[in-house]
T-cell receptor, first 113, second 110 residues
Framework: EAGVTQFPSHSVIEKGQTVTLRCDPI?????LYWYRRVMGKEIKFLLH????????ESGMPNNRFLAERTGGTYSTLKVQPAELEDSGVYFC???????????FGPGTRLTVL | GQNIDQPTEMTATEGAIVQINCTYQ??????LFWYQQHAGEAPTFLSY????GLEEKGRFSSFLSRSKGYSYLLLKELQMKDSASYLC???????????FGTGTLLAVQP
């Protein structure tokens, strides 16, 4: 069974540009999560989808971040316009049910110059 | 507030046993996870505790005391490949989000 996949693995962009990250969860997992790890800090929650609905987006930093999960399969996280402080590793995770084990993807390392 | 504490770094010797502690203070509790993460890779699931006591899985065991807000991960017969970061995470409160500690970087030496 394929695990959680994320694309791209690395992205280097300039301040003010737009970047879109993609996450493909484990097949059949209705719950999809986005997290972010800024250098030197802990992994922090961004938002949670159940199928195509946003269940909890309390961790989204500001309105420059937009997450979608059309059709309840893969998800995208767009940052527009990117700022220096957005640099970090963005992880996606999925679980079969609520409060289930979350399986993580390898992350996208975003560098904003 | 929500807080997860674990040591930043630990060093142990190949073949030995190491215990990584984690204390948590959260507004609620719905389970505690341990993940292993090698540099540049995905955090991989190791163990899950929701009730008090010890869960054993091969060379890895995890213990939970909910009354003390405390857990530990025990690694036996350490191997060089166990050198990694170990993350403690809690389902806290009324949400489904995981709250993470900063991770413990374990170095296994020959």
């Amino acid at each position: 069974e394929a695990g959680v996949t994320q694309f791209p693995s690395h992205s280097v962009i300039e301040k003010g540009q737009t970047v879109t990250l993609r996450c493909d969860p484990i097949s059949g997992h209705d719950n999809l999560y986005w997290y972010r790890r800024v250098m030197g800090k802990e992994i922090k929650f961004l938002l949670h989808f159940v199928k195509e609905s946003k269940q909890d987006e309390s961790g989204m930093p500001n309105n420059r971040f937009l997450a979608e999960r059309t059709g309840g399969t893969y998800s995208t996280l767009k940052v527009q316009p990117a700022e220096l402080e957005d640099s970090g590793v963005y992880f996606c995770a999925s679980s079969q049910g609520p409060l289930g084990t979350q399986y993580f993807g390898p992350g996208t390392r975003l560098t904003v110059l | 507030g929500q807080n997860i504490d674990q040591p930043t770094e630990m060093t142990a010797t190949e073949g030995a046993i190491v215990q990584i502690n984690c204390t948590y203070q959260t507004s609620g509790f719905n389970g505690l996870f341990w993940y292993q993460q090698h540099a540049g890779e995905a955090p991989t699931f190791l163990s899950y505790n929701v009730l008090d006591g010890l869960e054993e899985k091969g060379r890895f065991s995890s213990f939970l005391s909910r009354s003390k807000g405390y857990s530990y991960l025990l690694l036996k017969e350490l191997q060089m490949k166990d050198s990694a970061s170990y993350l403690c995470a809690v389902y806290g409160g009324a949400t489904n989000k995981l709250i993470f500690g900063t991770g413990t970087l374990l170095a296994v030496q020959p």
